[in-house]
């Protein structure tokens, strides 16, 4: 299966086609994604379907969510076998919330094999002025909403199912004035391990990827600045950002059979971005 990279005339991101496997054996599995409206949400959304995958995208912006899914349906117009994409609304900062999407998954497609926890938010400011509500809410969307996740997708889940968090190259490297969000990133990575622990009683994998900066409306202030362009890409030993698509390869494997005995994992994927 290939993806296309769409042109673009921002230095530093790759164009082209990418070739992608296939996973047959992921057809007919029924998957939830987070913060699905946009972004590596909306593009993992978009390569579990193409591969016969229901998946229920959930996002905070519920308009966004909507027009994400209708145009995942529009791309796989004519695909066959390809799987439906329901969309709704959550704040991952709502237990309950997550609760329900859990239960709408199972309503509707009958099971829940695979939970990317990808809503996250990326605020900014000197870590000597970092106010409590940024705090709070980074710590709550970042951390909780995936403990939250983690928690409605093991009690709906059969032994076999997979859950992937979004922790990030923040985690293990410090970004200037992204305090509140490398801390967050830190205990998702930290989070992950603490729940293949004890979800592996269940049968349940879970593992984390941790992007570099990879191109979407989160780093469209790197792209849009060419000195912090330039910055970044002086940090990225292959010299030049992620696309979302390179992202969907590395996401397919740890929900494949190819990693049935991979748990605790936080699979880098970030142009060796975590060495510099
Ligand atoms: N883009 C990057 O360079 C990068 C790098 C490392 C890690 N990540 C992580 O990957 C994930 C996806 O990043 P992205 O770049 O696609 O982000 P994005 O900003 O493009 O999309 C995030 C989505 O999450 C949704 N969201 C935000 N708060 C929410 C909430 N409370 N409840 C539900 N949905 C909510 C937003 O509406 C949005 O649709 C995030 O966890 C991010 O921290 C991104």
Redesign the pocket.
């Known amino acids: 299966m290939t993806a296309t990279i769409p042109a673009s005339e921002h230095p530093g991101r790759v164009e082209g086609t990418l070739m992608q496997v296939d996973h047959p054996e992921l057809r007919g599995k029924v998957a939830v994604v ?10 993992f959304s978009a390569a579990l379907a193409r591969r016969g995958v229901h998946v229920v995208g ?4 519920e308009s ?2 909507g027009e ?1 899914a209708s145009a995942i349906t529009r791309e796989h117009e004519g695909v066959d076998g390809a799987g439906d994409v329901v969309a709704t609304g ?4 709502d237990r309950e919330a997550q609760q329900r999407v859990a239960e709408l998954a199972r309503d509707r497609f009958g099971r829940l094999d695979l939970w990317i ?6 605020p900014e400011a000197p870590a000597i002025e970092v106010p409590v509500s940024q705090m709070q809410a980074t710590l ?3 951390v909780e ?1 995936v403990l939250y996740g983690a928690q409605a997708a093991a009690s709906v889940m059969e032994p076999g199912g997979s859950i992937i968090n ?5 985690a293990v490297r410090v970004r200037r004035g992204r305090s509140a ?1 490398c801390s967050s ?1 830190a205990a ?1 990575a930290h989070l992950t391990e603490c729940l293949a622990v004890e979800l592996g009683d269940l049968g349940v994998r879970v593992n984390a ?11 469209r202030w790197v792209q849009d600045d060419p000195q912090a362009l330039a910055k970044a890409l002086d940090s990225i030993p292959l010299h030049r ?2 696309s ?1 698509e390179e ?1 969907v390869g590395p996401m397919l494997f740890l929900a494949s059979d190819s990693a049935r005995y991979v748990t605790g994992h936080i699979l880098a994927v ?1 142009g060796g971005s975590r060495h510099v």
């Open positions: 987070t913060g699905a409206g946009r972004g590596m949400g909306a593009r959930a996002d905070i912006d966004l969510m994400a959550v704040d991952v900062r926890n990808n809503a996250g938010v990326f709550s969307i970042n909403g979004m922790a990030s190259v923040a969000y990133k998702v990827i941790a992007p570099g900066f990879v191109d979407t409306e989160m780093t950002l992620g979302p992202i970030d």
